[in-house]
């Protein structure tokens, strides 16, 4: 089964523009480690958050540290962070998380899992460890894969996200818009 791991930055732009709920329609479990969860302060993404728990979206109750130090310990290394250093870190736990075996620590089973960050340095170790990633936009690109997004609503989310910080370059947002009419049309 596919496990979305999803990162605070992925969750928070979504939430910023009210289509955090994408993520409910997109295959697979979707789990935010307890570590992200705690990152996840500002509103309104941690009303969604807490909306979304225990319906759609785990969060587990014990830390990626506390139930497997020994993918803490590799996921930090792979991050260039010293583990004696860091605590509660979302990003290792993320990718802590996806590395742990078949078996998340919420207790979903996972041969598949991807990584749902915005985080450049994240998404980079994934892709040196093979793990899938994927993003916000992503994830609007695969709703409309689904058909859960319309492709112009898409687009519209898209501005959005720039405007809640995102920071899309203009050739990204062309990217991002013929992906969109890509999906539109398989």
């Known amino acids: ?26 295959e697979g479990a ?13 509103e309104p993404a941690a009303s969604h958050l807490e909306g ?4 759609w979206l785990t969060i587990p109750d014990e830390r990626i540290r506390e139930a497997d130090p020994d993918a803490y310990r590799h ?5 260039g962070r010293d583990v004696e250093e860091i605590d ?5 736990a993320l990718l802590a998380l996806a590395t742990a075996g078949t078996e ?43 058909d859960a997004l319309e492709p ?3 687009k519209d989310a898209l501005l959005a ?9 203009a050739s990204l947002l062309r990217r991002a818009e013929g992906l969109i009419d890509e999906a539109a049309n398989e």
């Open 88 to 92: 509660l870190d979302g990003d290792v």
């Open 30 to 42: 979707v789990v935010v480690p307890r570590e992200v969860a705690d990152e996840i302060t500002d």
């Open 52 to 55: 979304a728990s225990g319906s």
């Open 161 to 169: 996200m720039d405007g809640v910080g995102a920071r899309l370059s």
């Open 152 to 154: 112009d609503d898409a």
């Open 75 to 79: 996921a930090a290394a792979h991050l």
């Open 104 to 146: 998340t620590a919420g207790g979903v089973a996972s041969t598949d899992p991807v990584i749902v960050t915005d985080d450049r340095p994240l998404r980079d170790a994934c892709t040196a460890l093979g793990i899938d990633v994927s993003g916000s936009i992503g994830v609007l690109v695969a709703a409309v894969e689904r």
């Open 1 to 26: 089964m596919t496990v979305l791991v999803v990162d605070a930055s992925a969750f928070i732009t979504l939430s910023a523009i009210d289509y955090h709920d994408l993520l409910a329609e997109l």
